[in-house]
């Protein structure tokens, strides 16, 4: 299973969408918050995809969860935007949370910067900010060889 991860679009639809053209195979779009309104407007435009959601802090007015869990592939995975967690200000709260809640993965934003690593016997993942300069978005493959975790370039 392909899985999109995005986050922090603020508005910038049009990367967002150009990403989840360019992979007609992933199944699932994440969004790891300040985006509520740019995945509604997605949602109507591919309707045949699995659009998920967490509340950031910019997502002002949302009734959104601000985490959430899933299972998908028989993995694991916590959703947050990371300001709950003081994500800026290292990675040791979400690590902690992830452990709790038994994750195999954890997705966050918030920081706008990128990053994917290996923590702790989770996957950890923060697909930086698809919007303007520099854009970023994730991409998770679940088989059942295991989880490839990439970072790609939004243009």
């Not at 639809?13 to 740019?38: F, L, N």
């Not at 060889?145 to 790609?152: E, H, M, P, S, V």
Request: proline residues 2%; charged residues 25%; aromatic residues 8%.
């Amino acid at each position: 299973m392909k899985i999109l991860v995005f986050s922090d679009t603020h508005g910038d639809v049009t990367k967002m969408e150009r990403a989840i053209r360019s992979h007609s195979d992933a199944e699932a779009i994440i969004h790891c918050g300040d985006g509520e309104m740019d995945v509604e407007y997605a949602k109507r435009n591919f309707p045949d995809r699995a659009f998920l959601n967490v509340k950031g802090n910019c997502d002002w007015g949302s009734s959104l969860d601000p985490t959430i869990e899933i299972t998908l592939e028989g993995k694991k995975i916590f959703v947050t935007h990371g300001h709950l967690y003081n994500a800026k200000m290292g990675l040791q709260n979400l690590i902690y949370a992830g452990k709790e809640k038994n994750a195999d993965i954890v997705l966050y934003g918030h920081t706008h910067i990128s990053m994917n690593e290996y923590i702790d016997g989770m996957y950890v993942m923060n697909p930086g900010s698809c919007h303007g300069y520099g854009a970023t978005y994730g991409i998770i493959d679940i088989s059942d060889k295991g989880i490839l975790t990439n970072i790609a370039s939004a243009k």
